[in-house]
């Protein structure tokens, strides 16, 4: 029997429908009612949970993880939940109809065990022509032999046929096409700088280094001191472009242009963080936030960070004009993108349904930009609801500029983003934020980015800026890509309940490629200099034991290779310490097992294959998105020839360079190939002038072949 939910108000309805095969029930809470008002009603299981993992607003911009052991301890405004019964998932989302402005959250109940509290804000008025509404508000799914990133993702496509239904165009990730652009690395000038930022940072950091794209960060559009935040973030926005001493926008676009690299700026929502200034010739409106019950019960201080006097729009035509003339005059300076912030300030300034009118507006604006838009505090309910965003931050900011970036930073970030994941992976593209390359956590956060499946972006100075860092997130054909995955990083089914940052155990996070999966442990907890230990076994990539091969992957060498048993891949780990992962299908060559594991030198060895590697009666067929030294796991001994020559694959890990992007090893006799590498060796000798080590008629007698064999007889007879 699935899990049962009751109520005793009069106002909800929950409706089940029992499904068939994996999911067990889906169950559909229902609210009959007006508003404007925010109300909680309590909802009742009849049974307990094992454990749960909500994401909650833990400030108003961001969502964090939180484990519990009943739902009764959820915290308030929670957007997410995911529970164990112990025999099945259960998943919870909260849902926003931007019609009728009614937007929910969870929260625990006073009466202990598993009750808990389904919230409602409610806008609408009876003026608004509406005399009652009747919305769903929360969609309950229950599932059996499903993993957690595979409910995750069912549950967001119930929930986008549910919005769907009510007129809502909510679009999810597997619609929305990331811009090429952010496949390549970028920088920002936000940790490195802050407001401080001038157009000589810039062109510094292209002139050096040259990447494809530039973020202008905060600092650009108005004159501010992050000395005087309260003033800073209640400034409203005066000008389209930048403020005075600045310089001229369209000469920095032409400058970064002549080195190879894209300017994209930054802005809010709003306009700037304090709105759009009187007298730009719009109509705005002075107003205060009118914050949730739950944020200002669970994080007051961050409330009163923002909470102020702020200017918005005030009609529809003013909006769609002002993002209409911005985006106009942005591209016509050689913008090539935005970075959006801020957008969580209009759901607490002009509603949730305002809030997403808005940022439909700002994405069709963005158009004539190409929608190069990286959507930054975009994580509530209206806006992952709303399907405006395409690319979203999914943490809070773990660097500030001018402040060190500590050890539990690093690791609260990581378990962060990994979470919040399983909930917006489905909705959105995610973004891990920059990175810092000549600090003492880089590496720890470039393989976090490596298997994050994220853009990879950095922000230092361009005099302290190691591409060395980076280099091994990127193809090594010069173009800047970075190697990709197919997903987002999720931590596997078993840890999704697991804080890592307080328990001793290492946190695995998954994420699959073209060519396989790509996994990574980190030690998040400090454990006063305490080795951790764990095992990754197969199931937790979703692969039978014995049918792929793992590669621990190193950059300065060759790492070890092996077929992944039942018994898993044991790793120890320090505190801050990491182990990537690469996993591949083992294939059956000329009676030989293999796995063809992609290029060396990089983090995401698998993600470099353009097509999952195949073996046939034709070969062993390698399709690359980058010339480069091949890695491939042996079983036995394998002889194979290349256009560039015969390969000997031994036991264990091989590489083979390649200079074709789709190249097919052929079987070759062992003995041919062995006498084909030696005759190879001996000619070199000769164009040397050195002795060979060995004569001709030795090879020959050694490898049991005459000189009147095909492949070679020109060659000997030369």
């Given at each position: 029997?699935?899990?049962r939910?009751?109520?005793?108000?009069?106002a909800?309805?929950?409706?089940?429908?029992?499904?068939?095969e994996?999911?067990k029930a889906?169950?559909?809470?229902?609210?009959?009612?007006?508003?404007?008002?925010?109300?909680?009603f309590?909802?009742y299981?009849?049974?307990?949970?094992?454990?749960?993992?909500?994401l909650?607003?833990?400030?108003?911009?961001w969502?964090?993880?939180?484990?519990?052991?009943?739902?009764?301890e959820l915290?308030?405004?929670?957007?997410?939940v995911?529970?164990?019964?112990?025999?099945?998932?259960?998943?919870?989302?909260?849902?926003?109809?931007?019609?009728?402005?009614?937007?929910a959250?969870?929260?625990g109940s006073?009466r202990?065990?598993?009750d808990?509290e389904?919230?409602?804000?409610?806008?609408?008025?009876?003026n608004d022509?509406?005399?009652?509404?009747?919305?769903?508000?929360?969609?309950?799914?229950?599932?059996v032999?499903l993993g957690?990133?595979?409910?995750?993702k069912?549950a967001?496509e119930?929930?986008a046929?549910?919005?769907?239904?009510?007129?809502q165009p909510?679009?999810l990730?597997?619609?929305?096409?990331?811009?090429e652009?952010?496949?390549?690395?970028?920088?920002?000038?936000w940790?490195?700088?802050?407001?401080g930022?001038?157009?000589?940072?810039l062109?510094?950091?292209?002139?050096?280094?040259?990447p494809?794209?530039?973020?202008?960060d905060?600092?650009?559009?108005?004159?501010v001191?992050?000395?005087?935040w309260?003033?800073?973030?209640?400034?409203p926005?005066?000008?389209?472009?930048?403020?005075?001493g600045?310089g001229?926008?369209?000469?920095?676009?032409?400058?970064l242009?002549?080195?190879?690299?894209?300017?994209?700026v930054?802005h809010?929502?709003?306009?700037?963080w304090g709105?759009?200034?009187?007298?730009r010739?719009?109509?705005v409106t002075?107003?205060?936030?009118?914050?949730?019950?739950g944020l200002?019960?669970?994080c007051?201080g961050e409330?009163?960070?923002?909470?102020?006097?702020?200017?918005?729009?005030?009609?529809?035509?003013?909006?769609?004009?002002?993002?209409?003339d911005f985006?106009?005059?942005?591209?016509?300076?050689g913008v090539?993108?935005?970075?959006?912030d801020?957008?969580f300030l209009?759901e607490?300034?002009v509603g949730?349904?305002?809030a997403?009118?808005l940022?439909h507006m700002?994405?069709?604006?963005?158009?004539?930009i190409?929608?190069?838009v990286i959507?930054?505090?975009?994580?509530?309910?209206p806006?992952?609801?709303?399907?405006?965003?395409?690319?979203?931050?999914?943490?809070?900011?773990?660097?500030?500029?001018?402040?060190?970036?500590d050890?539990?930073?690093?690791?609260?970030?990581?378990?962060?983003?990994?979470?919040n994941?399983?909930?917006?992976?489905?909705?959105?593209?995610?973004?891990?934020?920059?990175?810092?390359?000549?600090?003492?956590?880089?590496?720890?956060?470039?393989?976090a980015?490596?298997?994050?499946g994220?853009?990879?972006?950095?922000?230092?100075?361009?005099?302290n800026?190691v591409?060395?860092?980076?280099?091994?997130?990127?193809?090594?054909?010069?173009?800047?890509r970075v190697?990709?995955c197919?997903?987002?990083?999720?931590?596997?089914?078993?840890?999704?309940f697991?804080?890592p940052v307080s328990?001793?155990?290492?946190?695995?996070l998954?994420?699959e490629?073209?060519?396989?999966?790509?996994?990574?442990?980190?030690?998040?907890c400090?454990?006063?200099g305490?080795?951790?230990?764990?095992t990754?076994?197969p199931?937790?990539?979703?692969?039978e034991?014995?049918?792929?091969?793992c590669?621990?992957?190193?950059l300065?060498?060759p790492?070890?290779?092996?077929?992944l048993t039942?018994?898993g891949?044991?790793v120890?780990?320090h505190?801050?310490?990491?182990?990537?992962?690469?996993?591949a299908?083992?294939?059956?060559?000329?009676?030989?097992?293999?796995?063809?594991?992609?290029?060396?030198?990089?983090?995401?060895?698998?993600?470099?294959?353009?097509?999952?590697?195949?073996?046939?009666?034709?070969?062993?067929?390698?399709?690359l998105l980058?010339?480069g030294s091949?890695?491939?796991?042996?079983?036995?001994?394998?002889a194979l020839?290349?256009?560039?020559?015969?390969?000997?694959?031994k036991p264990?890990?091989?590489?083979?360079d390649?200079?074709d992007?789709d190249?097919?090893?052929?079987?070759l006799?062992?003995?041919?190939?062995?006498?084909?590498?030696?005759l190879?060796l001996?000619?070199?000798?000769?164009?040397?002038?050195v002795?060979?080590?060995v004569?001709?008629?030795?090879?020959?007698?050694?490898?049991v072949?005459s000189?009147t064999m095909?492949?070679?007889?020109g060659l000997?007879?030369?």
């Amino acid at each position: 029997m699935a899990v049962r939910f009751a109520s005793r108000s009069a106002a909800l309805k929950v409706e089940v429908q029992e499904e068939a095969e994996a999911v067990k029930a889906k169950s559909i809470v229902r609210w009959q009612g007006s508003g404007p008002k925010e109300e909680a009603f309590e909802l009742y299981p009849d049974r307990g949970f094992d454990k749960a993992l909500a994401l909650y607003r833990h400030k108003p911009p961001w969502t964090a993880p939180a484990p519990v052991m009943q739902l009764s301890e959820l915290p308030g405004e929670t957007l997410f939940v995911l529970a164990d019964t112990g025999t099945s998932l259960v998943v919870f989302c909260p849902l926003a109809n931007l019609a009728y402005g009614v937007v929910a959250s969870l929260r625990g109940s006073r009466r202990g065990l598993d009750d808990f509290e389904l919230v409602l804000h409610i806008e609408s008025r009876s003026n608004d022509g509406v005399d009652e509404i009747d919305t769903p508000v929360l969609l309950i799914m229950e599932c059996v032999n499903l993993g957690a990133a595979a409910m995750a993702k069912l549950a967001a496509e119930k929930v986008a046929q549910t919005l769907r239904a009510l007129g809502q165009p909510l679009l999810l990730r597997s619609e929305k096409l990331l811009p090429e652009l952010f496949g390549r690395w970028g920088w920002c000038s936000w940790d490195a700088h802050g407001v401080g930022v001038k157009a000589e940072h810039l062109k510094a950091m292209a002139v050096k280094h040259s990447p494809p794209w530039l973020i202008l960060d905060d600092g650009w559009q108005e004159d501010v001191s992050p000395e005087e935040w309260r003033r800073w973030l209640h400034t409203p926005q005066t000008r389209h472009l930048a403020r005075p001493g600045f310089g001229s926008l369209q000469d920095l676009a032409e400058a970064l242009r002549r080195e190879g690299s894209a300017l994209l700026v930054w802005h809010t929502l709003l306009g700037y963080w304090g709105g759009v200034a009187e007298g730009r010739g719009f109509s705005v409106t002075r107003r205060r936030p009118l914050w949730p019950g739950g944020l200002q019960a669970g994080c007051p201080g961050e409330v009163d960070v923002w909470d102020g006097d702020f200017y918005t729009l005030e009609t529809e035509e003013d909006a769609e004009r002002f993002y209409i003339d911005f985006y106009a005059a942005l591209a016509d300076a050689g913008v090539t993108g935005v970075k959006c912030d801020g957008q969580f300030l209009a759901e607490v300034l002009v509603g949730a349904r305002r809030a997403a009118e808005l940022a439909h507006m700002q994405a069709e604006a963005a158009k004539c930009i190409g929608g190069r838009v990286i959507s930054c505090m975009a994580m509530t309910l209206p806006c992952v609801h709303g399907g405006s965003a395409v690319l979203t931050r999914v943490s809070d900011d773990h660097a500030y500029p001018g402040v060190p970036e500590d050890a539990r930073s690093v690791a609260r970030h990581i378990w962060h983003c990994a979470s919040n994941s399983l909930w917006l992976a489905p909705f959105v593209h995610c973004d891990w934020d920059m990175l810092k390359t000549g600090e003492w956590h880089a590496t720890v956060h470039a393989a976090a980015r490596a298997v994050a499946g994220c853009p990879v972006y950095a922000s230092d100075p361009a005099e302290n800026f190691v591409p060395e860092v980076l280099a091994p997130l990127l193809l090594p054909d010069g173009t800047g890509r970075v190697v990709p995955c197919k997903a987002s990083a999720v931590p596997i089914d078993r840890q999704c309940f697991l804080d890592p940052v307080s328990s001793a155990e290492l946190f695995w996070l998954r994420n699959e490629t073209t060519g396989g999966h790509i996994a990574a442990a980190f030690g998040l907890c400090d454990t006063g200099g305490s080795m951790m230990r764990s095992t990754l076994f197969p199931s937790d990539v979703g692969e039978e034991p014995e049918s792929c091969a793992c590669l621990q992957v190193e950059l300065c060498g060759p790492g070890h290779a092996a077929e992944l048993t039942a018994r898993g891949w044991d790793v120890q780990l320090h505190f801050m310490g990491f182990m990537v992962l690469a996993i591949a299908p083992i294939l059956s060559l000329g009676g030989q097992r293999v796995a063809v594991f992609g290029l060396a030198r990089v983090w995401n060895p698998t993600g470099t294959l353009a097509a999952p590697a195949s073996a046939s009666g034709e070969g062993l067929r390698v399709t690359l998105l980058s010339p480069g030294s091949v890695q491939i796991w042996s079983e036995g001994t394998l002889a194979l020839t290349s256009p560039a020559g015969p390969v000997i694959l031994k036991p264990g890990l091989n590489c083979v360079d390649v200079a074709d992007l789709d190249v097919i090893l052929t079987g070759l006799a062992v003995a041919t190939a062995l006498f084909y590498s030696a005759l190879t060796l001996y000619l070199a000798d000769l164009r040397r002038n050195v002795r060979p080590a060995v004569s001709l008629a030795f090879l020959a007698k050694r490898t049991v072949l005459s000189a009147t064999m095909s492949p070679f007889s020109g060659l000997l007879r030369a």
